[in-house]
C-alpha cells in the first residue's frame, strides 16, 4: 500500500503550533495595502487560528 501525500498547497500555508491549533495567514495582505484602513492593516498583523471545525480536515491534508 503506497503512503499518503501531503497536500504541498496546504503544506506551504498552514503551521501545527504545539497546542495542536492551526495558524494560517491573513487574505488582502500582498500589495496596494494604502486603501485599506490602519485599523484593518494592524489587525491583519495579528496571528490568526483556523476555526476548530477545519482543523481536522487540514492535518489530515499536512500529515
Known amino acids: 500500500m503506497p503512503k499518503m501525500k501531503s497536500v504541498k498547497g496546504a503544506v506551504k500555508r ?9 495558524k494560517r495567514g491573513t487574505a488582502y495582505r500582498s500589495h496596494i495595502l494604502t ?3 490602519a485599523q484593518t492593516r ?12 477545519d482543523e481536522a480536515n487540514i492535518k489530515s491534508m499536512i500529515n
Open 14 to 22: 498552514f503551521k501545527v503550533k504545539k497546542n495542536g491549533s492551526v
Open 35 to 37: 486603501k485599506q484602513d
Open 42 to 53: 494592524r489587525e491583519q498583523n495579528s496571528p490568526k487560528v483556523v476555526a476548530k471545525a
